[in-house]
């Protein structure tokens, strides 16, 4: 007998938005139903992604052509590479994912338009898109308090005006496909609200 297939639930919102938070607790209240969960994230811990990374703490700088190349890379390694995202969604696991490609177009659209890196990802979309993204909504002033008191190293996109920005291009990047599941969560509420909100929704 096949298992049903799993749910592909992704995460999204700017720097600081709490997403790492309610990933693990949404996990949490999954399995506590019996489900059985991974976790992940984009960029991922794999080959592509490490790369990323160091792009990310500025060890190196690439141009943001080959950055946005490299994310769509590590995705397709993600979803289809050996014990990827697919596999294991076949086998009836639920899969959270903090980050995937909305992020793409609300970082990258920073630096080139939101709709060609719409286009260069027409496959992954059609490979895997997501039965629910939850966007954790919360104004950039509220995210950059909250990673200054996180770390002192700040990463390439945390500034409270690049933030503004990236949270207007998610905006403009969901208002494009009307059809795919998309439920925005109050994020400047309480850590137990905001992790009931989404439970409900899930
Ligand atoms: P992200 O993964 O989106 O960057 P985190 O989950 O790491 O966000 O949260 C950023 C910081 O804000 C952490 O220090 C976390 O403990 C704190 N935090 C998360 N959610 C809330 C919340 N609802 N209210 C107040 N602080 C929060
Ligand atoms: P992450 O560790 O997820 O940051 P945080 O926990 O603060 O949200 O860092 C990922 C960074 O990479 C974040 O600044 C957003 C950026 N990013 C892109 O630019 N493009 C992408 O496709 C993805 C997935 C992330």
Redesign the pocket.
């Known amino acids: 007998m096949t298992s049903p297939r799993g749910r592909f639930i992704v995460?999204e919102?700017?720097?600081?938005?709490?997403?790492?938070?309610?990933?693990e607790m949404l996990a949490e209240y999954l399995r506590s139903q019996g489900r059985e969960v991974h976790v992940t994230r984009q960029p991922s811990d794999r080959f592509v992604g490490k790369a990323i990374r160091k792009v990310l703490s500025r060890e190196v700088s690439i141009p943001p052509q080959a950055l946005a190349g490299l994310f769509l890379a590590d995705r397709y390694d993600h979803i289809i590479g050996e014990d990827g995202l697919l596999s294991k969604l076949d086998a009836g696991i639920d899969v959270i994912c903090?980050r995937y490609f909305w992020s793409s177009f609300a970082y990258h659209g920073l630096d080139m338009e939101i709709q060609f890196v719409i286009d260069i990802h027409k496959e992954i979309f059609d490979l895997l898109t997501p039965d629910i993204t939850l966007f954790?909504d919360?104004l950039p002033e509220v995210?950059i308090q909250?990673?200054a008191?996180?770390s002192e190293q700040r990463d390439l996109f945390e500034k409270e005006s690049i933030l503004s920005d990236v949270r207007q291009n998610y905006l403009a990047a969901f208002a494009k496909f009307p059809d795919v599941n998309i439920q925005t969560v109050d994020?400047?509420?309480?850590?137990?609200?905001?992790s009931k909100d989404i439970c409900t929704l899930v």
């Open positions: 995460f919102g700017i720097d600081g938005s709490g997403k790492s938070t309610q990933v903090d954790i919360i995210s909250r990673i008191s996180r994020g400047s509420k309480s850590v137990e609200e905001v």
